[in-house]
């Protein structure tokens, strides 16, 4: 069963680097999400990309965050400098413009 | 604003005692209600998608229904392995799929 794969699984940072979380979305899907869970709280939504662009945002997702898409398997999520409360479970997602969206296993950021 | 509530927070149940899970939720135009389970740890695992009052979809022991206020999950007869978070989220008829999630109900079957 195809499957959104992510790296790292886990990551420790030092605040104020900067920090680059990498996803491979499932193969025809033409969406993607970045999603991330504080620790014992709901998941939320940070961005959307479609067509090589940003098509929506979350409040969450400021100046800091950064979104590409290198090349034609990889999704990234860049944290320019990361703070204290950045620290949470990122999970990308993809979905082929149906209603189905397929998450990741997360990245586990640290940040201390 | 989207609101969706999960209710109860935890459940813990008996490994064949059946039970149901509650969201209710708060959207300007659903266009889906979607069910994940979440294993600790790990990325939400997609169960169903609900588009419409009145609508059931099953797969094995879960069945979840909905409304137009709110949708159930049913397990019936549970075994240990269906003990996981699970997360109910919408989707609003207009931008571009993106869910608001619930907090989540926290499933433990015990043997």
């Known amino acids: 069963e195809p499957e959104v794969t992510q790296t790292p699984s886990h990551q420790v940072t030092q605040m104020g680097q900067e920090v680059i979380l990498r996803c491979v979305p499932i193969s025809n899907h033409l969406y993607f999400y970045w999603y991330r869970q504080i620790l014992g709280q709901k998941v939320e939504f940070l961005v959307s990309?479609?067509?090589?662009?940003?098509?929506?945002k979350s409040e969450i997702f400021d100046d800091q965050f950064s979104v590409e898409r290198p090349d034609g398997s990889n999704f990234t999520l860049k944290i320019r400098s990361t703070k204290l409360e950045d620290s949470a479970m990122y999970f990308c997602?993809?979905?082929?413009?149906?209603?189905?969206?397929?998450f990741g296993e997360g990245s586990w950021l640290t940040v201390v | 604003e989207d609101q969706v509530t999960q209710s109860p927070e935890a459940l813990r149940l008996q490994e064949g005692e059946s039970s149901s899970l509650n969201c209710s939720y708060t959207?300007?135009?659903?266009?889906?209600l979607f069910w994940y389970r979440q294993d600790p740890g790990k990325g939400p695992e997609f169960l169903f998608t609900l588009y419409s009052a009145g609508e059931e979809k099953e797969k094995e022991r879960l069945k979840a229904t909905l409304t137009k206020k709110e949708s159930f999950l049913h397990i019936t007869a549970p075994k240990p392995e269906d003990s996981a978070t699970y997360l109910c989220a919408v989707q609003k008829r207009t931008g571009y799929s993106t869910l608001t999630f619930g907090k989540g109900t926290m499933l433990l079957v015990s043997p």
């Open positions: 959207v300007s135009g659903l266009r889906g």
């Open positions: 997602a993809s979905s082929d413009g149906g209603n189905t969206i397929y």
């Open positions: 990309f479609y067509n090589n662009e940003i098509s929506e």
